[in-house]
T-cell receptor, first 108, second 114 residues
Framework: DAKTTQPPSMDCAEGRAANLPCNHS???????VYWYRQIHSQGPQYIIH???NNETNEMASLIITEDRKSSTLILPHATLRDTAVYYC?????????FGAGTRLTVKP | NAGVTQTPKFQVLKTGQSMTLQCAQD?????MSWYRQDPGMGLRLIHY???????DQGEVPNGYNVSRSTTEDFPLRLLSAAPSQTSVYFC?????????????FGPGTRLTVL
């Protein structure tokens, strides 16, 4: 599976959009981009995934560049409960390789 | 559905002791896996199973055994606990397939080895 690079930490004001970047320059054609988050010490929670096209669900939007070498997770209106570690993972098989992720802190 | 359940929530062992961490899912998922998470780090895959009777090693399998006799259960055995195995252990399951399915994680077991 391709490796990913994420900033170690980011801050966001409550109510604003949180944009979390991820670089995956070695991604191959059949690898999906997945985003999970981990709130405090709970089990990781699925957010969204995509292959080529931009995706949106009730939690977030995923923007994938045309060359697929990077992506951005967008939380449109961040709340304090969105404070968590966010993991970007590219995978083709079921075993996922987690990096250190981005620690997002939403501030009042 | 209860989803993915793990027992116990907390466990303290002495070096050399053995124990089994339990994981069960009620979603009829074929694929199950075990991860460990050390402080300040991401999750690392220990073992996984693509169906009953089939298991394979992940990234950090040493010191752990698994078996899959039923679709629902995937226990993780620590053969002889060591302080380096102090960690939080997460079990996950998914329907399987080609890596396009969502993985569901359990709440974790916090293990301390003295």
């Amino acid at each position: 599976d391709a490796k990913t690079t994420q900033p170690p930490s980011m801050d966001c004001a409550e109510g604003r959009a949180a944009n979390l970047p991820c670089n995956h320059s070695t991604i191959s054609g059949n690898e999906y981009v997945y985003w999970y988050r981990q709130i405090h010490s709970q089990g990781p929670q699925y957010i969204i995934h995509g292959l080529k096209n931009n995706e949106t669900n009730e939690m977030a939007s995923l923007i994938i560049t045309e060359d697929r070498k990077s992506s951005t997770l967008i939380l449109p209106h961040a709340t304090l409960r969105d404070t968590a570690v966010y993991y970007c993972i590219v995978r083709v098989r079921n075993d996922m390789r987690f990096g250190a992720g981005t620690r997002l802190t939403v501030k009042p | 559905n209860a989803g993915v359940t793990q027992t116990p929530k907390f466990q303290v062992l002495k070096t050399g002791q053995s124990m089994t961490l339990q994981c069960a899912q009620d979603m009829n998922h074929e694929y199950m896996s075990w991860y460990r998470q050390d402080p300040g780090m991401g999750l690392r895959l220990i073992h996984y199973s693509v169906g009953a009777g089939i298991t394979d090693q992940g990234e950090v399998p040493n010191g752990y055994n698994v078996s899959r006799s039923t679709t629902e259960d995937f226990p993780l055995r620590l053969l002889s606990a060591a302080p380096s195995q102090t960690s939080v252990y997460f079990c996950a399951s998914t329907t399987g397939g080609l890596g396009t399915d969502t993985q569901y994680f359990g709440p974790g077991t916090r293990l301390t080895v003295l």
